[in-house]
């Protein structure tokens, strides 16, 4: 367990402090080229879940963020009670380790964020859809844009690899166009992403089958 406290500390931090700078330094909409046009730096908000999905509105949004809190807690009780069996095994511990971090890094966010900054993605109920906001967020000063479990997670990573068309002859998607890997995304979906990714490639060695 003291492994995966560790890795998921680390990870942790890299993602809040990502989204520290992020949230402070850039205009909600403003985008950086990193890399030619393959990388972007690209602040934006969501609301929801992974890689910019949301539904339910505010009642969905407060659902979600306690369900991540009770997932999160059953995670920990498993970690802290499965023995030696899994946590020293590395092929168990670094994918556990990475889906933690990344659960922790988001809910964080959808948890305080409304409660730390004085700006935000908020819901709107006239209109039922969310919106944002014009000012630059210059310091977390706990003026607080929303109540507790209703902050916005902030993503910036973006990867347009590439531009495609789909041949005509396809049903239904048939000569749409569209980018990949469109989705914005910050650095705890990376590290759900590939600690999910590591869990099914290596499930065998990581659960001693």
């Avoid at 990475?98 to 730390?116: H, M, P």
């Amino acid at each position: 367990m003291k492994k995966i406290a560790i890795i998921a500390v680390i990870v942790v931090l890299i993602d809040q402090i990502s989204k520290y700078y992020i949230k402070t330094h850039f205009e909600l909409g403003e985008s950086v080229t990193v890399f030619e046009d393959w990388f972007q730096l690209v602040f934006v908000e969501n609301p929801g879940m992974a890689y910019g999905m949301h539904w339910g509105g505010i009642a969905g949004k407060i659902g979600l963020t306690v369900m991540r809190w009770i997932l999160i807690g059953w995670g920990i009780w498993f970690l802290t009670h499965a023995g030696k069996k899994y946590t020293s095994n590395i092929y168990f511990v670094i994918p556990a380790a990475l889906i933690l971090a990344g659960a922790l890094g988001n809910v964080i966010d959808s948890t305080f964020y409304g409660l730390i900054f004085d700006s935000g993605t908020t819901w709107n109920a006239e209109r039922e859809s969310w919106m944002g906001y014009f000012n630059q967020v210059s310091e977390a000063d706990f003026s607080g844009y929303a109540p507790i479990f209703q902050g916005c997670v902030v993503d910036m990573l973006h990867f347009p690899l590439f531009d495609y068309t789909w041949p005509d002859w396809i049903p239904s998607v048939g000569g749409k166009s569209g980018t990949f890997f469109a989705p914005v995304f910050n650095v705890a979906d990376t590290a759900i992403s590939i600690g999910g990714i590591f869990l099914l490639l290596f499930k065998n060695k990581a659960l001693g089958e």
